[in-house]
């Protein structure tokens, strides 16, 4: 079954709305987790990584004050795309990384598809 | 930078023959290699990985092999099933503290859609 659930699967929203997408790890505590986004045809890109009582670290070229990611506590961390906009739109995944007595294993959520009207 | 690069899709294959899904990176130093699979409706999944050159990684038929001197990782597959349709991801580490397999911030391809026919 599922270790890391992500909701909602699919949203659409009005242009200059936001959107809060969540990320759950479900049956353990993950200090770290990450959102990708995926345009159509393109790769999965890494937005931002996110720690757990901490500030996200951004990838070069994404918006920090567009694209806001909370990690308040050790089974969530939340997106939200504020004053979103058609070129917002795309496949957005998180993922969480699980620690282990050998090394780190990352989980993924199952995507969300955002749609900006 | 690293970049990893991997056969565009769809691929349609009629069940029982043989897979390949090509896939060939860029990176400096000693990357690990992966490939992940998401089903329909669900969430990316680990299928297998190699950490040095010439491993090949293995799980449900599928098989990689890390090819240094062609900086490939090809999966490969001898006879497909229906269950197998899903969108293939060839991703690379670029962690250089790789120990125990940390898959660090991971570098995706644009993924392949494969689709099997009964």
């Known amino acids: 079954g599922a270790v890391v659930s992500q909701h909602p699967s699919w949203v659409i929203c009005k242009s200059g709305t936001s959107v809060k997408i969540e990320c759950r790890s479900l049956d353990f505590q993950a200090t770290t987790m990450f959102w990708y986004r995926q345009f159509p045809k393109q790769s999965l890109m890494l937005m931002a990584t996110?720690?757990?009582?901490?500030?996200?670290?951004?990838e070069q070229g994404v918006e920090k004050d567009k694209f806001l990611i909370n990690h308040a506590s050790l089974t969530l961390s939340t997106l939200t795309v504020t004053s979103a906009h058609p070129e917002d739109s795309s496949f957005y995944i998180c993922?969480?990384?699980?620690?282990?007595?050998?090394?780190?294993?990352?989980?993924f959520g199952e995507g969300s598809w955002l749609t900006v009207v | 930078g690293n970049s990893v690069t991997q056969m565009e899709g769809p691929v349609t294959l009629s069940e029982e023959a043989f897979l390949t899904i090509n896939c060939t990176y860029t990176?400096?130093?000693?990357?690990?290699l992966f490939w992940y699979v998401q089903y329909p409706g669900e969430g990316l999944q680990l299928l297998l990985k190699?950490?040095?050159?010439?491993d090949k990684g293995s799980n449900k038929g599928f098989e990689a092999t890390y090819r240094k001197e062609t900086t490939s990782f090809h999966l490969e597959k001898g006879s497909v099933q229906v269950s197998d349709s899903a969108v293939y991801f060839c991703?690379?580490?670029?962690?250089?503290?790789?120990?125990?397999?940390?898959?660090?911030?991971?570098?995706f391809g644009k993924g392949t859609k494969l689709s099997v026919k009964p």
């Open positions: 993922s969480a990384k699980r620690g282990g007595t050998i090394g780190n294993t990352i989980y």
């Open positions: 991703a690379l580490s670029d962690n250089p503290w790789n120990y125990g397999g940390s898959q660090g911030n991971l570098i």
């Open positions: 190699a950490t040095k050159a010439d």
């Open positions: 996110s720690n757990e009582g901490s500030k996200a670290t951004y």
């Open positions: 990176a400096t130093g000693y990357p690990s």
